[in-house]
């Protein structure tokens, strides 16, 4: 299977904004809840969000109200807002289907939030 394909990071500061893209292909995604997960140095890749193949979602605690994934039906591709950042945000960022039958992890995106 193909990896998706994330893009959008880069450097901001604290209490800045940037969304992320992610383009899957069209079989995983009309089938699949999507998610965006992140990982941080020496930490474990963790889920952020996700939003199911029918519109709902579901967010990590430490998001809660700043991050918003949606999905874009017709361009296969999931997006995830991400207001308010923290530099606790800081980490690379990946999408995938969440299912056991995922394709391999892409590149991820870097988001850098400096204080």
């Known amino acids: 299977q193909v990896p998706l394909v994330e893009s959008g990071g880069g450097l901001v500061q604290a209490g800045g904004s940037l969304r992320l893209s992610c383009a899957a292909s069209?079989?995983?995604?009309?089938?699949?809840?999507l998610g965006w997960y992140r990982q941080a140095p020496r930490k474990q890749r963790e889920v952020v969000a996700e939003?199911?193949?029918?519109?709902?979602?579901n967010y990590a605690d430490s998001v809660e109200g700043r991050f918003a994934i949606s999905r874009d039906n017709p361009k296969n591709t999931v997006y995830l807002q991400m207001n308010s950042l923290k530099p606790e945000d800081t980490a690379v960022y990946y999408c995938?289907?969440?299912?056991?039958?995922?394709?391999?992890w892409g590149q991820g995106t870097q988001v850098t939030v400096s204080s």
């Open positions: 939003i199911s193949d029918l519109g709902v979602t």
């Open positions: 069209g079989s995983i995604f009309k089938i699949y809840t």
């Open positions: 995938n289907a969440v299912t056991s039958r995922a394709p391999p």
